[in-house]
């Protein structure tokens, strides 16, 4: 390789210094709008769950007819939820508390009975658009295993 040669293989290569710097501040906002839409589908999905597991439980408490002392099964259900959003809602991403619903089609043993336990998830607005919310529900059905005397139907 000939001297002329060299330079010009040294001069091309300082011409590209500072490239990858301006190419991810490029990518980066892109980059951070990925990971914060990652992180509030993840918060929707746990609460989706939360809710979920929240209806099972009422479902099978109202199959029994068991109520904990001092409270209605809608209050209960909304006490045992995980986060305090989620349980008294007025923050930035659940509005409202949660709503519990006791469905039930008889009173005897075998009949069912459903549990609704339902929320509104705010997402994270991005690009400018403002309030978009979605309703997240879990419900759960089971059969009566007692005779209901102590758990009513309706809405909390």
């Known amino acids: 390789m000939d001297m002329n040669a060299k330079q010009r293989e040294k001069r091309s290569l300082h011409s590209e210094s500072g490239v990858a710097i ?5 990518i980066l906002p892109l980059l951070m709008l990925i990971v914060l839409a990652i992180f509030d ?3 929707a999905l746990n609460y989706w769950a939360d809710t979920t597991h929240l209806a099972s439980e009422g479902a ?3 199959a029994v007819d068991r109520i904990p002392t001092g409270t209605s099964l809608q209050q209960y259900i909304r006490d ?3 986060s305090g959003e989620l349980r008294d809602g007025g923050s930035m991403s659940v509005a409202d508390p949660l709503e519990v619903c006791v469905a039930s089609l008889g009173d005897e043993v075998g009949d069912p009975v459903e549990v609704q336990v339902t929320t509104s998830y705010k997402w ?3 690009l400018g658009i403002a309030d978009v919310s979605t ?3 879990g ?3 089971m059969r009566r295993e007692r005779v209901a005397d102590n758990v009513s139907g309706g809405c909390e």
Request: hydrophobic residues 55%; proline residues 4%; positive net charge.
């Open 22 to 26: 301006v190419e991810f501040a490029l």
């Open 41 to 43: 589908f993840g918060r």
């Open 139 to 141: 419900k759960a059905t």
């Open 60 to 62: 099978r408490l109202a």
């Open 135 to 137: 309703a997240i529900s």
């Open 124 to 126: 994270i607005p991005l």
């Open 80 to 82: 045992q939820a995980d």
